[in-house]
């Protein structure tokens, strides 16, 4: 919980993505049809219309803000809403200031445009309401809480974890590091943009297997394998975000931009329950880099990888599905 | 000290960060051994034959010549190669950002360099994070990125001002601050008209700056320009024919409009104000 010195509204700012349209290297525009964004998911997936070619992608963008903005005793002066995009990992911050639809609405709208160049994976779109305050310029009056999630790649508006999956014969892949690790089954790569799971398709009947869709045994057996194989990644994963952590000079962690905050934020309330996830972060970081507690944490991060592959669940179907087996071929 | 690979490749490639992994070996990081290159060359991925940037040469000749120009003081090399090793190498930031770039170049053109400029007296060895590592400790990336933050527009000499203090591209590189480019300008000019000098001070600017900024939106106090993306293609493109960058001037960057001046100018005297303020470690108070 953050303390301000001077008066703000208490609650957030609602914002929407309204449309989206690429600028294509041939100076045309698409503009992509609502499946490019979610306002449930509040995500953005400038992937869908599938072109190779985009220079950028304009963003249409509208913020309601909380009821006593435009109050008469309000503290503040100058009113002004601003869009701001930002992206972690290319340390690109862009800035929009948008303007009030009719006069006296609390609704807010405008467009920001976002360069191709500048982003990797994922930029996050958040709000600022900003006034004068006490004869000070700039001061933030309330904000979105959650914000968007701008992918440039993807060709699904979703939020949560994306992995990569890749199928390559570990004894023949052009990726001549994977040579030294034929004899597994599969591989969890967390060095990779997006955390990428290589399966070995040298194992006989392993692309059959994954790739089927039939009933019985078989698929229950799928599913086990996959919960298997996801109990890996997100165990990796968690490691992964937690070994590369950034330090603040004044010694707490950085909650990091990218897979790596959201795998942190996901899987951080059953690591260390009952605490808020940047409590949780500095007690693992603490644990990782202290003299003790980093063993007894694993079966936590264990917990929490199991919980997230379903393997229960996936468990149980597997043994409802051999008893039923089992008691056909006995009578 | 160890010297560059038998086997130095002609292109740079992409080199994941588990191929990397196998080559990072004890005998590297304590600067006594390093690999033939051979193997090296086998686990990466190449990059496209027909763009020019990807020749090793120029890269290799600005690193040679850096070490031998700065082999009294190895921390100046900075400032004098982040803009050059920038013009040099010219990227766009989606391609900054892939790591397997930056290890390539770490690894396997001069891991020699790396090993100069990194290697620790008091630990005997060289951080791993020197060879692979986050985008602000990487050897090269920060290096670029430095260039990349500070430059205005095609104007590399705040660059030369940023890296010439440690502290600056080392802790405050990586606070998100100065991703707001009139932020990153007003800073350098702080450290160009002597308002702070030490490392000291950098750092109790940029926690004064961090903490104010918690509530204030700098881009209404100091607005910045959108960028023209088509200027930094055209400076890409421009890289086929480019001679290899001057070892004595200045080189010129993309040519992107310059912050807008009253928005530095601005900060600038904010940040003054905020500095005469700000707790700094060691200063005595007036009285």
């Not at chain 1, 009056?141 to 992995?163: A, F, K, M, Q």
């Not at chain 1, 880099?289 to 917990?303: A, F, N």
């Not at chain 2, 203090?165 to 991703?179: A, E, K, M, Y």
């Amino acid at each position: 919980m953050k303390i301000y010195p001077y008066k703000r509204l208490s609650r957030p700012i609602t914002l929407r993505v309204t449309s989206v349209a690429l600028k294509l290297s041939d100076g045309t525009r698409d503009p992509l049809d609502t499946s490019a964004y979610s306002v449930q998911e509040q995500a953005v997936a400038l992937g869908v219309a599938g072109h190779t070619d985009w220079v950028s992608a304009t963003l249409g963008v509208s913020a309601t803000l909380p009821p006593g903005a435009d109050a008469s005793d309000a503290a503040w002066s100058d009113l002004c809403v601003l869009a701001v995009l930002t992206d972690g990992k290319t340390n690109v911050r862009t800035s929009t200031v948008l303007t009030r639809d009719p006069e006296g609405s609390r609704d807010w709208s405008g467009t920001l445009e976002l360069i191709r160049d500048d982003h990797v994976g994922r930029a996050n779109l958040s709000a600022y309401a900003v006034g004068t305050v006490d004869g000070v310029g700039g001061r933030s009056i309330t904000e979105t809480d959650r914000s968007w999630v701008v992918d440039t790649v993807s060709d699904e508006p979703v939020r949560g974890l994306r992995l990569d999956v890749r199928k390559a014969s570990f004894t023949k892949s052009s990726r001549e590091w994977l040579r030294a690790y034929a004899d597994a089954p599969w591989l969890v790569d967390t060095t990779a943009r997006v955390p990428t799971v290589y399966v070995n398709t040298d194992i006989d009947g392993i692309v059959g297997l994954l790739d089927s869709n039939g009933s019985g045994v078989e698929s229950k057996v799928r599913d086990l394998l996959v919960a298997q194989m996801a109990t890996d990644v997100w165990t990796a994963v968690f490691h992964g975000a937690i070994g590369d952590l950034e330090v603040e000079p004044g010694g707490g962690p950085v909650f990091p931009a990218d897979w790596q905050g959201e795998v942190l934020r996901e899987m951080l309330p059953d690591v260390v329950p009952g605490v808020h996830v940047e409590e949780a972060l500095r007690q693992v970081h603490r644990r990782r880099t202290g003299d003790s507690g980093w063993g007894e944490l694993q079966t936590r991060i264990h917990y929490a990888a199991v919980r997230r592959a379903e393997a229960a669940k996936a468990v149980g179907y597997m043994i409802r599905s051999l008893e039923r087996t089992n008691r056909e071929s006995e009578t | 000290m160890i010297t560059q690979p038998h086997h130095v490749p002609e292109r740079l490639a992409l080199l994941s960060g588990s191929a990397a992994d196998p080559f990072l070996t004890e005998g590297l990081l304590m600067g006594e051994q390093v690999h033939s290159g051979i193997d090296l060359a086998k686990v990466v991925e190449p990059l496209p034959e027909d763009d020019a940037r990807w020749s090793v040469e120029p890269i290799r000749s600005l690193v040679d010549d850096v070490m031998f120009a700065f082999e009294k003081e190895r921390t100046g090399a900075d400032a004098w190669l982040a803009p050059r090793l920038h013009a040099t190498l010219r990227l766009t930031r989606q391609e900054a950002a892939d790591k397997r770039l930056w290890n390539h170049l770490a690894l396997a053109v001069a891991p020699d360099y790396v090993v100069w400029r990194h290697f620790s007296e008091r630990t005997g060895r060289v951080a791993a994070e020197r060879f692979q590592g986050p985008s602000d400790r990487q050897c090269f990336s920060r290096l670029w990125w430095a260039a990349e933050i500070f430059r205005n527009g095609l104007d590399y000499g705040p660059v030369e001002v940023a890296c010439g203090n440690q502290d600056l591209i080392h802790t405050v590189l990586r606070l998100g601050l100065l991703d707001h480019r009139p932020t990153a300008q007003a800073v350098v000019r702080l450290l160009k008209d002597g308002t702070i000098t030490t490392g000291r001070e950098v750092n109790g600017l940029s926690v004064a700056i961090n903490a104010a900024g918690a509530t204030l939106i700098y881009d209404v106090l100091a607005p910045d320009e959108p960028r023209d993306p088509a200027r930094l293609r055209d400076w890409i493109e421009e890289a086929q024919t480019a001679p290899p960058v001057s070892r004595h001037v200045l080189p010129e960057g993309p040519d992107e409009d310059p912050v807008p001046e009253d928005s530095v100018a601005a900060l600038t005297d904010y940040f003054t104000e905020l500095f005469e303020t700000a707790p700094v470690r060691g200063r005595k108070s007036e009285d």
